[in-house]
């Protein structure tokens, strides 16, 4: 079974977590959320309390297969700049295992170094912060094991995709009919 991690920090945006979590539990992933200040409860950029599995430090990050970072700005800041976040980026990257981030985001693989020399998306203006390689007429970009999307409007595409680079394209075209969606 393939194993996601979803770290929720304060201030994250909700429909980029839940479209993560939902479309990745649909495809039979095991989602794990975990909060990045080890609380059991996690409130959104717009007030929405999301219930943890568990807390960042107690994650034993050797059996999963990715980590996705859902953006908001307060979230992403705090992903870019607590030291457990930049920590499992790093290693993620360097075991050659996938790592997502959307909207804001990226900035906390910018701050672990990975966006060096790699195509990516992200919400507009935070690639000022990023520079590089921004590619800003794609909703998702995917470089390799790093893949990044644009915001809250394109979290079902991102999410989607994740589901196709851990499962193949047909459970995402699966998936994608099941909910009313094209695909891929």
């Known amino acids: ?39 059991e409860c996690v409130c959104s950029s717009h007030n929405v309390r999301v219930l943890t599995d568990c807390a960042l430090s107690a994650v034993d990050s050797s059996s999963f297969d990715m980590i996705a970072l859902p953006g908001g700005s307060e979230g992403a800041t705090t992903l870019a700049t607590d030291a457990l976040p930049q920590k499992l980026i790093k290693e993620f990257h360097a075991k050659g295992k996938f790592v997502a981030a959307i909207c804001a985001a990226p900035i906390a693989l910018h701050a672990a170094g990975i966006l060096q020399n790699v195509p990516y998306t992200c919400y507009p203006g935070c690639n000022a912060q990023i520079g590089g390689l921004y590619t800003e007429d794609k909703n998702v970009v995917v470089s390799d094991k790093i893949i990044t999307s644009r915001g809250p409007a394109t979290a079902l595409a991102f999410a989607l995709t994740l589901v196709e680079v851990l499962f193949g394209t047909p459970k995402a075209k699966e998936l994608a009919a099941g909910m009313l969606k094209t695909c891929c």
Not at 7 to 13: C, R, S, V, Y
Not at 18 to 35: K, N, Q
């Open 1 to 39: 079974m393939k194993k996601v991690l979803v770290p929720l920090a304060k201030g994250f945006e909700e429909i980029e977590a839940v479209s993560i979590i939902d479309v990745l539990r649909r495809a039979g992933a095991d989602v794990v959320v975990a909060s990045v200040d080890g609380s």
